[in-house]
Each structure stands twice: as C-alpha cells, then as structure tokens.
C-alpha cells in the first residue's frame, strides 16, 4: 500500500484531526461527494436519481463498533425502516419492470433486487456478544424477505473476518437473502473466496480498506491487484452473481475482456462501485450492458468511512491542505 494512504489513516485516528475534519468547512463539498446524507430520506432521494440512470443501489447506515446493547437495537430498528421504505418506493417497483434482471447464479433465480442494503456485525453488537448479534442479524432478514429483499453484511477489520464467516455459514442455510464481502488485500482471502463459493453465498469482492499489520495483508498494491483480478475470475466461473467492487479502470477492463473470452453472461454478476466515485464508467457500463450497483451510505458516523475514502484518493487531501493554507 502506498505511504500516502497508510499517513493518512494512521493520522485519521488523531483527535485533533478528527475535530478539524468535522468543524472545519473546507471538508464539507468533499464529504459531500462521498456520503449521500445524514438521514434516510437523503440517501433515498440519491438513490432514486441512480435509479433513474439504470443503476442499482446498496444503501448502507454508516456506523460500526456500537458501545451497548441499546445502541445496537436503535441500529437494528433504522436497518428495518430502511427495507420498509425501500418497500414503498415506485421507483425501485418501476426498476424492476425495465430491467428484469434474471441472472444466471447458481441459486439466484428471482429477479435481482434494485435497492438493498449493507449492515455491519458490530453495528448489530458484535463486541457485545455473538448470539446478541446474530439475533438482531436475523431479525432484520426476516424482515427482508418478507418484501423478497437482499441483505449483505459488510466486511470490517480483519480481527472480524473469521467470526464473520462463522455467522455466515451459520445463517445462511436459514436464510438464502444474504450474503458478505471479502478483501483481497488480506492472506487468507484465497481460502475464503473458495468457501464462499462451495457455499454459493452471494459476494461482493473488494480490495481493502482498513489499517491492517503486515502479519495479515499485503502492503504492496501490485500483489493486492493480482491478489483481486485471480479471485474476482473465480467468482465469475464459479461464484452465485458475484459483485465485482473496483473503481480501478485497468482491473475492470481486464475483467471485462476474461467475460467476453469465457463467453459469461453479462446477467450472471455486477460491477458495483462507490457513491461520488467514476461517476462517468458507471454510465459507461451501464450503456454497455452491464449491471452495476452503487454503494450509498448514510448517517451522521461517517467520519471513519470517510477517511478510508481519503486513503484510497490522497489528492483529495492535498487539495484540501492547499486550501487551508491559501486561507
């Protein structure tokens, strides 16, 4: 990983750079650009825009590490409000009717939902007990079904990775509506991307965003790329519609060309990318017939998910440090 990105999240952690990151009004367009809002009714209305333009979402509560159990319920609780209003919405009904996106996984057969949502293990109460957790977890599946939605529960540190898998292969059976995300970045992510794919859970492939030790990840972002483009064509052979999660142009590119070579079914995965992000490619895959999916988060935590965007764009915070010294 790049110097600039490792700085900047070790320097995220600062508190006196987390006050002038939330006071100072310098960061707010860029905030902006990477976080749909404070509450559900802006990530809603950001994400009826998207779904005009052919784009599906993932709306994600930001929030992780909840302090109490009382914490972790008022999460749960916005979790269901957010699929009983996605429920609601025509737009997201409309979505349906013009695409009818059947896909070709292996136990997908319904048509791919247009609006679903991301939750994190330790926003349900993780670090206040795993059974705590995993009831709140269900709850809120139970409660997607019910209107035939999706549920993905978010990757987080790797110290998360194993009692992730764990509650996966624990739930799953019960409930086919969910499934996670893996990290590239990390040694072990080979083993994982192969269970995921003996289980035929749904997953969404990503890089990597957090600080980890060298004891666990890659440092050096040539072996996290090849590490990404061999698991991301073993998710295309072999996974249930894989969610292929990159903004970098050359990986997508290369994917792109092993689709075409392999003669995969453009219905059989999607690209998904992040709000703010190449707004310009997800139009462009869009056109060429792919299916792509945003991730749009929201809330008042967003200060630790904006400073991994930070890390992955350091000209943003060079851009910002000019600023500040211009002033």
């Known amino acids: 990983m790049s110097l600039g990105r490792n700085f900047i999240l070790r320097a995220a952690t600062l508190k006196p750079v987390q006050a002038i990151v939330r ?24 994400s009826e825009e998207l779904l005009q ?6 709306l994600d509560y930001l929030g992780e590490n909840t302090h109490s159990e009382a914490e972790a319920l008022a999460a749960k609780a916005t979790y269901l409000t957010m699929l009983s209003e996605i429920a609601k919405l025509e737009s997201v009904q409309e979505f349906s009717r013009r695409t009818k996106s059947y896909p070709t996984g292996k136990l997908t057969s319904a048509v791919i939902e247009p609006l679903n ?17 995993e009831q709140n977890y269900r709850d809120v599946l139970t409660e997607a079904m019910k209107s035939s939605n999706f549920v993905r529960i978010d990757m987080e540190a790797s110290e998360y990775t194993q009692p ?49 030790p060298e004891a666990v990840a890659y440092k050096d972002k040539s072996k996290v790329d090849e590490a990404y483009v061999r698991q991301a064509k073993l998710l295309l052979l072999d996974g249930n519609y894989p969610a292929i999660a990159t903004q970098d142009e050359k990986i997508i590119n290369e994917l792109k060309k092993f689709v ?14 992040l709000y703010g992000i190449r707004r310009d490619l997800q139009e462009s895959l869009v056109r060429e017939g792919f299916n792509v999916r945003v991730y749009v988060p929201f809330g008042d935590a967003w200060y630790p998910y904006f400073t991994r965007r930070l890390a992955e764009r350091p000209a943003n915070v060079m851009f910002i440090a000019k600023a500040m010294l211009k002033g």
């Open 260 to 273: 075409s070579e392999r003669s995969i079914d453009k219905s059989g995965f999607e690209f998904q990318m």
């Open 164 to 212: 992730t898998m764990d509650m996966i292969e624990r739930v799953r059976m019960d409930n086919p509506n969910t499934g996670t995300v893996l990290q590239s970045y990390l040694y072990r992510n080979d083993g994982d991307v192969a269970t995921v794919i003996q289980w035929q859970a749904r997953t969404r492939l990503v890089k990597g965003a957090y600080l980890e």
């Open 23 to 46: 006071k100072s009004f310098l960061f707010r367009p860029v905030v902006k650009r990477f976080i749909a809002g404070d509450t559900l009714e802006e990530a809603l209305k950001a």
């Open 53 to 58: 333009r052919g784009i599906r979402i993932t």
């Open 117 to 133: 949502i991301s939750i994190k293990l330790t926003q349900c109460g993780l670090d206040q007990g795993t059974d705590f957790a």
